[in-house]
């Protein structure tokens, strides 16, 4: 088996959660014995520039990173070199590529959903709306969605002859039994700035908590690395109304690297993921692999991925009140959070690491048909139906 993977980006450059997630699959994949080769876009602007960089990474893994003006010459030299079984669309703007991989060396093409391209309205997102996505989504040869929220999704749009598969993101165990809360606590946000993500809610936490407990600090990574312009308007509208003691209790870190990222995990008492809709919820399952309690949104697959009072805290995605009371809870009972982030834990490994996670991969890579209750498109469809009946779509 031979993957030619085409992405966005991919570590160390990283603009969101897809880079980790492509990132940790070829990893693994090395370790399986998966031949891999990956076509990365993260320089390309679509225009003339310089030449093309290539890395050749442990595991025989070979990575294309794009920054010419017409990279098609040189993916399909890359193909050659390689000989895929199959291409992993990453990214349905990279559409047109795999398409064209697929007509000229005959391979299949699975497309993986990690981001439901909808344009959300105020209340709750919209179905998906974005031409790209519906395109790859019924043209590719199969589909991966990585938890049963995406599934529901994106069901109706894919024919009823493509397999849709629940493949979801692989996480090594980060597991550290002799974990304790700092004092004072550190409560964490890792992500992207954006109503989705629930931003507003996040500052309305944080102004709640640093009220009621001057204690308790918070780190906030991420933002947005590709406009500075949308960061900074969300960052003013933070400082408008921030408590003055927030200038010694909020820190602001930017889009950090894996190894600063790591570090800031360690540190971390709690998490933060006020999300009103995630496709899988990479930074919360991030933080739970690592043994750190979460605070997060009822909402899309971090149902899924979080037992409320077991193994992890969920609240109403707008309630910042009863988010900050959760969080002002765990602080002052940090047995019960240690408790939770253990069970937490050992929750991800069960169901996310590489032993548990890549036969799906594998088996939408063979070609397999879709099986079992999770990747039955009939049923999903029709709960999709329920769920839009009842939303009053």
Known sequence: MRVLHLTRD???????GTSTAVGTLVEELAQ????????SFDHWRGRAGGGDN????????????ISSGHPYAAIADAARLLRPTVVHLHHENLWAFAERLRSEFGVPVVYSVHTLQQHPREGEPSPISTDDQRTALT????????SRFAAERVSPVTPPSTPLHIASNVLPVQLTRARQLTDPPLVTYVGRFDWSKGTDTLFEIMRIVLERCVDIRFAVAGGLPASAKRERRWLRRWHASAPAIADRRVRFLGWLGPAELDELYRASSLQLVPSRC????????EAMSRGIPVVAGRSGALTELIEHGI?????????AAAQATAILDLCRD???????????????????SP???????????RGDPATGDHSSKSQLARRATRTESRSGR
């Open 139 to 146: 043209a590719a040869d199969a589909v991966t969605v990585p």
């Open 10 to 16: 991919f570590p160390p450059h990283s603009a969101g």
């Open 32 to 39: 399986k014995g998966v031949a891999s080769e990956v076509i």
């Open 334 to 352: 940090p047995t019960r959070a240690l408790a939770i982030g253990e069970l937490a834990a050992r929750s991800i490994e069960a169901r996310y």
């Open 54 to 65: 290539v890395e050749h990474r442990p595991g025989e893994t070979v990575v294309l990173r």
């Open 355 to 365: 032993e548990a996670a890549l036969p799906a991969w594998l088996s939408a890579y």
């Open 311 to 319: 193994t992890g805290i969920l609240c109403d995605q707008d309630d």
């Open 278 to 285: 995630e496709t899988f919820g990479l930074s919360a399952a």
